[in-house]
């Protein structure tokens, strides 16, 4: 069986930079609050009309493919991560297929918020691994600003999100390349972060109680209702203390699982690429791996928290730095929404 590795990155972030500033201007916030808090002093906005999620994710796709030395047409099947996608339904992957010429191969959208790229990435190495396809696409992206609330009830959540888009070929390889990955989800926390409407779930989860059912008897009416537009019931929600709090557990836990599964230990890892939830989680963590600087790689200063995009996001910057090296061994981790959480060691090809 070969093994898998990653052959091509890219990335993408739209021009309009949003500053901490800038959304004072909507929401009672200030600077100083979010960065103590996040670590975050500014994000991209996307143009809204001419930007959408698939759209990043094809300007990031063209890059990883080319830096592949491949092109389109040798792409054979598309994983595409994102919690924001153009349409509820179909997914992006098939939106990214047409745009991009690459029809009649297999496109799969999945739906793992911060964790997805390290799912998706799971998912291209067991199809790489077993023979399946040669030049598989992942890509992560989120176009987050159209969804959120902009006045100060929102402000929790909207400070730390921005849009971008990164995307990465498999391919099979020579060498060792991806070793192990490691998923994980536990879904009593479904709801401490959430986008739950608009949705099918008629408040059954929830009590129905001031969700706005009033329609539920009828056919339709449920999925959006004039109450749930009318109180802001259509925008994400989180506890944020409950977030960091599993967090700064689950990171360390699962990079250890990785670590254990191929004999390293912390000492090992040359580049650890952290999800950027929140800057101070990645600060715990990296303390509690006793990592040093200059082997994390933190971006969530200028991006914000792009979910699905920020790890292919990160791993790209780094290596365009010159930070990530041919034999390096580089330690993927993240958390998030689920709640999910995983992990990926790859020995850099
Ligand atoms: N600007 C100013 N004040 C804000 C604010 C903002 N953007 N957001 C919340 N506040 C206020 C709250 O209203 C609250 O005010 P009060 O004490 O008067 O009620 C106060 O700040 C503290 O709120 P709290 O939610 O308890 O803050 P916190 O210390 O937990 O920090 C987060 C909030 C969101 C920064 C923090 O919980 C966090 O980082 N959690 C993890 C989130 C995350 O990583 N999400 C992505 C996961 S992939």
């Not at 303390?287 to 969530?300: A, C, F, H, S, Y």
Request: net charge negative.
């Amino acid at each position: 069986m070969p093994n898998s590795k990653i052959a091509g990155l890219g990335f993408y972030v739209p021009e309009r930079v949003v500053t901490n500033h800038d959304l004072m201007e909507y929401m009672d916030t200030n600077d100083e609050w979010i960065q103590e808090r996040t670590g975050i002093k500014e994000r991209r906005f996307g143009v809204k009309h001419e930007e959408t999620t698939t759209t990043m994710g094809i300007e990031a796709a063209k890059i990883a493919i080319e830096r592949a030395g491949i092109t389109n047409k040798d792409v054979d099947f598309i994983i595409f991560a994102t919690l924001s996608p153009d349409y509820y339904f179909p997914g992006c992957g098939v939106l990214l297929q047409r745009e991009m010429g690459m029809q009649g191969i297999g496109a799969l959208d999945i739906r793992n918020q911060c964790s997805g790229f390290i799912y998706g990435l799971s998912i291209a190495d067991q199809f790489v691994k077993s023979g399946m396809y040669k030049n598989v696409l992942l890509v992560g992206a989120e176009f987050h600003s159209p969804g959120l609330d902009y006045s100060t009830r929102g402000r929790n959540v909207t400070v730390i999100f921005g849009d971008g888009a990164g995307a990465a070929i498999i391919q099979p390889s020579e060498g060792e390349g991806i070793l192990t990955t490691h998923l994980h989800a536990d879904g009593t926390y479904a709801e401490q972060l959430a986008y739950i409407n608009p949705g099918s779930h008629g408040g059954k989860w929830l009590g129905k109680k001031g969700f706005g059912y009033e329609n539920e008897d009828k056919f339709g009416g449920m999925f959006i209702t004039q109450h749930m537009m009318d109180n802001a019931l259509t925008f994400p929600n989180m506890n944020g203390p409950a977030v960091f709090k599993f967090a700064v557990t689950k990171f360390p836990e699962v990079v250890k699982e990785a670590l254990d599964a191929t004999g390293h230990t912390t000492e090992d890892i040359d580049m650890f690429i952290p999800h950027q939830a929140n800057l101070r989680i990645s600060q715990f963590v990296q303390k509690r791996l006793g990592l040093p600087d200059e082997k994390v790689w933190n971006n969530i200063q200028k991006y914000g928290n792009t979910t699905a995009a920020s790890i292919p996001i990160a791993l790209c910057e780094a290596m365009e730095a010159g930070k990530i090296k041919k034999g390096d061994l580089v330690c993927l981790a993240a958390f998030g929404s689920g709640f999910t959480w995983g992990s990926a060691l790859i020995r850099w090809q």
